[in-house]
């Protein structure tokens, strides 16, 4: 069966600390994402890699880093932690396809709050 | 403007009614579009997703899309309580997804 693993359901963290989520997937996947979901605004792509120590930034990185040394392992940091960073995290990951459709599989999400 | 739009919703019905979900996108580059279905609690899955133009059914669900609009839609036959999740309206290639912003619904039973 397919497996996102994101490391907490929830936490809580206080404004400047740096923060680590992690995101493992058993699917040998090549492409994986992390999305932040805010109530309104859906799910905004914040980073995405298509390879090992590749990545790219998507819609909202700013105050946000990544680090992917593993093709199965997926983290994203928050390198001072702030309020308006308190949201619902999403990683997902997804196959290569040149034909375009791409289901992406997600995890159940990291609740963080900023405090 | 956001590359796809949705009906925020929230959405409420009675158990057995017809259910329309909408989207519009602005962007004509990507064929494939798709339907995720979201739990409380729980990540997005996958449940439908179209190419081109026309409709695709799967069971209660349809999924159609008109090009010429730019119109997306999601119809759910004979509506059930187990329904009741957010939907989400995706388009978008392998390396790069556009979401919308979500519709809740609840089916009453």
């Known amino acids: 069966d397919v497996k996102v693993t994101q490391s907490s359901r929830y936490l809580v963290k206080r404004t400047g600390e740096k923060v680590f989520l992690e995101c493992v997937q058993d699917?040998?996947?090549?492409?994986m994402f992390w999305y932040r979901q805010d109530p309104g605004l859906g799910l905004r792509l914040i980073y995405f890699?298509?390879?090992?120590?590749?990545?790219e930034k998507g819609d909202i990185p700013e105050g946000y880093s990544v680090s992917r040394e593993k093709k199965e392992r997926f983290s994203l940091i928050l390198e001072s932690a702030s309020t308006n960073q308190t949201s619902m995290y999403l990683c997902?990951?997804?196959?290569?396809?040149?034909?375009?459709?791409?289901?992406?599989?997600f995890g159940q999400g990291t609740r963080l709050t900023v405090v | 403007q956001k590359e796809v739009e949705q009906d925020p919703g929230p959405l409420s019905v009675p158990e057995g009614a017809i259910v329309s979900l909408n989207c519009t996108y602005s962007?004509?580059?990507?064929?494939?579009f798709m339907w995720y279905r979201q739990y409380s609690r729980k990540g997005p899955e996958l449940l439908m997703y179209?190419?081109?133009?026309g409709n695709k059914e799967d069971g209660r669900f349809t999924a159609q899309v008109d090009k010429s609009s730019k119109y997306i839609s999601l119809f759910i036959r004979d509506s059930q309580p187990s329904d009741s999740a957010t939907y989400l309206c995706?388009?978008?290639?392998?390396?790069?997804?556009?979401f919308g912003s979500g519709t809740q619904l609840t089916v009453l039973p």
């Open positions: 997902a990951s997804s196959p290569p396809t040149d034909r375009g459709n791409t289901e992406a599989f």
């Open positions: 699917m040998d996947h090549e492409n």
């Open positions: 890699s298509y390879d090992v120590k590749m990545k």
């Open positions: 962007n004509s580059a990507f064929q494939y």
């Open positions: 179209t190419y081109s133009s």
């Open positions: 995706s388009r978008g290639s392998a390396r790069q997804l556009t």
